[in-house]
């Protein structure tokens, strides 16, 4: 079975850029016995000598009407070999030209990479989707929140998530222990500190610090402005590190060396920061939206820094307990499961 993936971006290195999406094309090339053949087709890359097959820009601006010309070429080429393809994003800069490549010669899948403000989700769109076969989705609630935008029920598939088993993995170090101090991880985009619900976790370790506990934060990711600084006192602002943005394939250094990542967000279709902590062997307090429902090892009310600081809490009084249970259950979310699911679906399709 061939599989032809079509991507507007793909980033031959490990890269937050459709995460889930390339991690499974850059699985799929060290994988020591692959379910299917594959190949990749992408519009625009970085990075690509070494992964990807075929490119049409190493560009990140806007696509000239040729680029298009030969990415429906190139697609047009590769039909005859392919029993399926596999468009990551529902963008219709790529959706239509795939469309007129494909000619419903093959079946096509769509997806994960589409949220409820997509194109692909609004009704005038509808028209589209007789020309795709399966909506891959990341979760229920993914697949609810679509359906409520105007998407048909019957074409989502969820594939469960995972992460990378040759990046993000527990140590070697059989024996769990706990250091005097703890270190609290977030991982994420702390500039959107509402929607991510970076105040939530600084109002909380507020909280935490102030009973008397020996924490410390890290935070890896975009950090937020210099104004939001102004109202968190110094004597906890010195107990937070903020790292930036750090290269994709460097995050699993951050998880097993955290004691417990802390995902408040607000609103997610998955949460990937979360699968990848449990992968590591690394326990997750998460908010109680729904995507994050199987992930936490323990959950507060959803934009409550109270609920947040108790957690912590309950957390501070039996680390090793839930580091050990996150230890024995961190093979659980390697992608080969999801790899396992695709290769399932592509199979009833062809």
């Not at 070494?50 to 601006?61: G, I, N, P, V, Y």
């Not at 104004?227 to 750090?246: K, M, N, Q, Y």
């Amino acid at each position: 079975m061939k599989v032809t993936y079509l991507t507007s971006t793909f980033w031959g290195i490990p890269a937050s850029t459709f995460a889930k999406f390339n991690d499974v094309i850059h699985y799929l090339q060290v994988m020591k016995n692959p379910p299917f053949d594959f190949e990749i087709v992408s519009a625009n890359a970085r990075h690509v000598d070494s992964t990807a097959k075929w490119s049409l820009s190493h560009s990140q601006h806007e696509w000239r009407p040729c680029q298009l010309s030969e990415y429906i070429k190139k697609v047009s080429e590769v039909k005859s070999e392919t029993d399926v393809f596999h468009l990551n994003q529902a963008d219709l800069k790529l959706l239509l030209p795939t469309i007129t490549a494909i000619r419903s010669e093959c079946p096509l899948v769509v997806g994960p990479n589409i949220s409820t403000s997509h194109q692909l989700a609004h009704h005038r769109y509808s028209p589209l989707s007789r020309w795709i076969d399966a909506i891959e989705v990341f979760t229920d609630h993914h697949a609810d929140t679509l359906v409520e935008s105007g998407a048909a029920r019957r074409q989502l598939i969820r594939i469960p998530s995972g992460a990378r088993p040759d990046l993000f993995y527990p140590d070697d170090c059989s024996d769990v222990s706990q250091s005097d101090c703890t270190d609290i991880l977030f991982v994420g985009d702390a500039s959107a500190t509402y929607w991510k619900g970076f105040e939530i976790f600084i109002n909380a370790i507020k909280k935490v610090i102030a009973e008397g506990r020996s924490v410390e934060a890290t935070v890896v990711g975009t950090p937020p402005d210099d104004a939001f600084w102004a109202d968190v006192p110094a004597s906890v602002e010195s107990r937070i590190t903020l790292v930036g943005h750090v290269q994709r394939s460097d995050l699993p250094q951050f998880y097993r060396s955290a004691d417990v990542l802390v995902n408040p967000s607000r609103n997610e279709t998955e949460g990937m920061t979360s699968v990848e902590a449990r992968a590591c062997g690394t326990p997750v307090i998460g908010s109680d939206i729904p995507p994050f429902e199987k992930k936490n090892t323990q959950t507060f009310p959803v934009g409550d820094p109270d609920g947040l600081s108790t957690a912590l809490c309950a957390f501070l009084e039996s680390p090793l307990e839930y580091k050990q249970v996150a230890r024995r259950t961190a093979n659980k979310w390697s992608i080969e499961q999801s790899i396992g699911s695709l290769a399932d679906l592509y199979g009833q399709m062809r």
